[in-house]
């Protein structure tokens, strides 16, 4: 249904380009200053990635009711904390048409704007491998007809005195300053902005890559593959063992190595590119 793709793709993007004037003020600061308690004590948030980035998704929440509301869709919310995606978006008229968006928030590179500090865009474990399994997955892989990220990239407050132990009350809301400011939307299919590396650690995700202008322009490591190669690349990620020379072997762990071994088009491949030393990121 490419008809109906392209129709929800489209008016994504002109949701996210709205969407920025309702969270931070004229001068680019996040409008959301900290919480409230029942006395009208307010209390600074922490500047920390994952506290950001959850206080965020709920800042945009409503938003995303009156986007799904506005384009006949309801939103089903992951059923389990671990599950995949953050939110699902079916068709009010057609169940069978229906898009998986995640959240995704970065921050900048403090010396280095261009650069980000990546996300992940999901795993690369069963549900991705087993397209019509249900583990850890609010619907069957294969049964979305497409899989976006809705991305904020943002500026931390580094500069600024932020006291998280200091009490504030409610007049005093513009004196207060924000954890984060400059925040940048994007919408992509997830992978139009991979990288082949994974996300973190030991676990099964898939990462991004770092340099904001290919990211806003959805021009990834398989942009110009395309999305089989994607899914190829991933299902068999550090699974196809090689010869390494006469008496050793290596599992592929690099997409040029991946498509060399497929016999593909290598000229296709988009190149990781790196930061300077200078403004290196945390690629």
């Known amino acids: 249904m490419p008809d109906e793709k392209q129709k929800f793709e489209k008016a994504l993007r002109d949701f996210v380009n709205e969407i920025g004037a ?19 004590n307010v209390y600074t948030i922490s500047a920390d990635t994952k506290i950001v980035s959850k206080i965020l998704e709920i800042h945009i929440f409503p938003g995303i009711l009156k986007f799904a509301s506005d384009n006949s869709y309801k939103v089903v919310l992951a059923q389990h904390q671990n599950y995949y995606p953050d939110i699902s978006l079916v068709s009010l008229y057609d169940e069978k048409i229906k898009f998986a968006v995640d959240f995704k928030t970065t921050y900048r590179n403090s ?33 979305y007809l497409g899989h976006y990220c809705l991305g904020i990239i943002y500026d931390r407050n580094d500069s600024a005195t932020i006291d998280e132990t200091k009490t504030y009350s409610v007049d005093q809301l513009k004196s207060i300053t924000s954890v984060v400011k400059n925040f940048q939307f994007f919408v992509s299919e997830k992978w139009k902005i991979a990288s082949d590396r994974g ?63 497929r016999k593909g088009d290598v000229s296709k491949i988009v190149k990781r590119k790196s930061a300077k030393k200078k403004g290196k990121s945390d690629e």
């Open 199 to 261: 996300g973190s650690g030991n676990t099964a995700n898939i990462g991004s890559i770092n340099y904001i202008p290919d990211i806003l322009s959805n021009n990834g490591m398989f942009s110009k593959l395309g999305e089989e190669w994607f899914d190829d690349y991933w299902i068999n990620y550090r699974k196809i063992t090689v010869k390494n020379g006469k008496n050793s072997t290596k599992k592929i762990s690099s997409l040029e190595e991946f498509v060399r071994y």
């Open 111 to 143: 010396i280095n704007k261009d650069w980000c500090n990546g996300f992940t865009l999901g795993s690369h474990g069963e549900y991705f491998e087993k397209r019509t399994s249900t583990k850890n997955i609010q619907f069957p892989y294969n049964s």
């Open 22 to 40: 309702t969270i931070s003020a004229t001068d680019g600061q996040w409008t959301v200053k900290g919480f409230i308690d029942l006395f009208k």
